[in-house]
């Protein structure tokens, strides 16, 4: 069996092809249409693979070659706080390093209490008056 290559930047689209599966379609190194199947529910772990190399690969120093990618933390480069067109419920989005730009929305319950920990949390790690940040 002939193993072809599939450029990231050749891939068409993701569709679903049954209740449990879906397939990346695109256009092999070769010219040839490519496809790859995989279980619906491992689209999350690839995804998640995916998102922590590109913050990985920002980085000043990048993870070695062959190295199994780790989970990581994402710096937030960017966010936005907006209202959900279809719904009215709040929303946020989130640029993390790397470039991706993740969208979130929240029941309006989630949102107040996710601000509120969250400014709690910033109100913690904030310098001490009168110092310099590290």
Not at 29 to 45: L, T
Not at 58 to 69: D, E, K, L, Q, V
Not at 95 to 116: D, H, M, N
Not at 120 to 130: E, I, M, N, R, Y
């Amino acid at each position: 069996m002939k193993t072809r290559a599939l450029p990231l930047s050749s891939i068409a689209h993701v569709q679903t092809i049954s209740e449990k599966h879906a397939r990346i379609v695109g256009i092999s190194s070769d010219g040839v249409q490519a496809e790859i199947d995989f279980p619906r529910s491992e689209a999350i772990k690839l995804a998640l693979q995916c998102l922590w190399l590109a913050v990985t690969e920002a980085t000043p120093t990048p993870i070695p070659t062959g190295s199994t990618i780790p989970e990581v933390y994402m710096p937030v480069m960017k966010w936005e706080c907006f209202t959900v067109a279809a719904n009215g419920e709040p929303g946020l989005a989130i640029e993390v390093a790397g470039g991706a730009r993740l969208l979130f929305q929240f029941p309006w319950q989630a949102a107040q209490t996710c601000g509120q920990d969250l400014a709690a949390k910033g109100q913690l790690a904030a310098p001490a008056s009168g110092s310099k940040p590290s």
